[in-house]
């Protein structure tokens, strides 16, 4: 089977930050089923992890770029909706608030709440033509915040206004939105919390990037009649 049959014949997921981490798991945990668009920055990298797939293309956009992100979502060819739509992609900005200037504000509602609504808008017709599930990994810090923490923890938050609000709009339409909390996983961005927190890295203390994906793959492919709203996961 070709690339372009197998697309046809799979129901489709774009997983934005699928180079790394937790959205590289999800890739790998919604691969027998769906055509995947791989999103990242970096097209070689992806191209790569696509060819190690069954089905899968690459995304390539830097998503804080609106013109960007709309030249690749007019690239793409969804004749039969999108299936899926996950949010993985985010950043970590840490500092207490007398160190952090508005630039670094800025850049983390950018990356973690503006680029996620303007994705999110661009994909609705198709989401909507397919009867979609857009995912959003969220965090704990989307519902509680601590010294160091205030403007990923602000991102958060407002992502889970995003999602709020989104659910509610789209429910008349068949897309329905899911709201993944994870605790701490054991990813790149993991270690950079550590080195801002001076800890150990204690890799046995956190949740594999697969577990989650796990909870990923549950609310994607939930029956019809049903929705996973909220869904916090974390070490135990
Ligand atoms: N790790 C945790 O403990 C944890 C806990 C709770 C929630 N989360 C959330 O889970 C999600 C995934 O986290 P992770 O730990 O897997 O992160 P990660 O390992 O740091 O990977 C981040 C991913 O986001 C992509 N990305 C970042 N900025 C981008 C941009 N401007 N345009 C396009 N892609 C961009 C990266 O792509 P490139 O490869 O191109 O850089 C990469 O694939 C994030 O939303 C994070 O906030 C993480």
Redesign the pocket.
């Known amino acids: 089977m070709t690339p372009a049959d197998a697309s046809t014949a799979r129901p489709v997921a774009l997983i934005?930050?699928?180079?790394?981490?937790?959205?590289?798991a999800i890739a790998d945990a919604l691969a027998a089923d769906h055509h995947l668009l791989l999103?990242?920055?970096?097209r070689d990298?992806l191209d790569e992890l696509a060819a190690g797939l069954p089905s899968a293309e690459p995304f390539a956009?830097?998503?804080?770029d609106p013109a960007a992100t709309a030249r690749a979502v007019e690239e793409l060819d969804l004749p039969e909706g999108l299936a899926a739509l996950v949010?993985?992609?985010?950043?970590?900005v840490s500092g207490r608030v007398d160190e952090l200037a508005a630039e670094d504000w800025s850049r983390s509602l950018t990356?973690?709440v503006a680029?996620v609504a303007d994705l999110t808008r661009l994909l609705l017709p198709a989401l909507r033509r397919a009867h979609g599930t857009v995912v959003t990994?969220?965090?704990?810090?989307g519902f509680s915040s601590g010294p160091g923490g205030g403007a990923?923890s602000a991102s958060?938050f407002a992502l889970r206004a995003l999602t709020d609000s989104l659910r509610e709009e789209e429910r008349a339409h068949g897309v329905r939105v899911s709201s993944i909390?994870?605790?701490?996983?054991?990813?790149?961005?993991?270690h950079?919390?550590r080195a801002y927190e001076h800890g150990d890295y204690e890799r046995e203390n956190?949740?594999r990037?697969a577990s989650?994906a796990a909870a990923v793959a549950f609310a994607v492919r939930a029956p019809s009649e049903a929705s996973v709203d909220v869904l916090s996961i974390r070490p135990r």
Do not use: C, F
């Open positions: 934005t930050g699928a180079s790394r981490g937790i959205g590289r999103g990242g920055r970096d990298a956009a830097d998503l804080t949010h993985s992609a985010g950043i970590l990356a973690n680029a990994l969220n965090s704990g810090s990923y958060k909390h994870p605790g701490r996983v054991d990813t790149d961005m993991q950079e919390l956190y949740l990037p989650v």
